[in-house]
């Protein structure tokens, strides 16, 4: 049995890896399932706090995937239009077909939303710009958060 967590573990890790970079799958969160289910193995060493403390960073790691976009738009001098636009552009990613609409949606969404408030294309481009930096950011935190999860899942089961 324990060989079977561990190997169903693994792919949760490896999933959970890829979800950071495809939308479709929330990446840390599916991670954080290896750490939930390798509790049930004989291997673990029974660590509930650390389960339910990672659990916590999870989701919000998570939440945050949603909202960091937004703040690098606010942070870049972007206005409510493109911050609105930011978001909603990254919902429409979420659900067009295409690879990279979840890099483009925030990206084109923020560029638009400035656009209709005051036509000033530079500006418009740099709130985008930041709407960028800021997904790449929270991507780069939930690989990190995944990466720190997988590190913690072997030490689970190398002693």
């Not at 706090?49 to 960073?57: C, S």
């Amino acid at each position: 049995m324990d060989i079977f967590l561990i190997i169903l573990g693994v792919i949760l890790l490896i999933v959970g890896l890829i979800g950071c970079v495809m939308p479709v799958i929330p990446g840390p969160p599916v991670a954080w399932l290896a750490l939930l289910i390798i509790q049930f193995s004989d291997k673990a060493q029974h660590n509930w706090q650390m389960v339910w403390t990672t659990f916590a960073v999870a989701v919000i790691v998570q939440v945050l995937d949603y909202i960091i976009p937004a703040m690098g738009t606010k942070k870049f001098g972007g206005s409510k239009y493109g911050v609105w636009g930011a978001v909603i552009g990254l919902v429409v990613g979420l659900i067009t077909p295409i690879p990279l609409g979840v890099i483009a949606g925030p990206f084109l969404g923020a560029f638009i939303g400035e656009l209709i408030r005051d036509n000033h294309v530079e500006k418009a481009l740099k709130s985008a710009m930041g709407s960028l930096i800021g997904f790449l950011f929270s991507t780069g935190l939930k690989i990190v958060v995944t990466l720190y999860f997988g590190y913690l899942f072997f030490e689970q089961i190398s002693f």
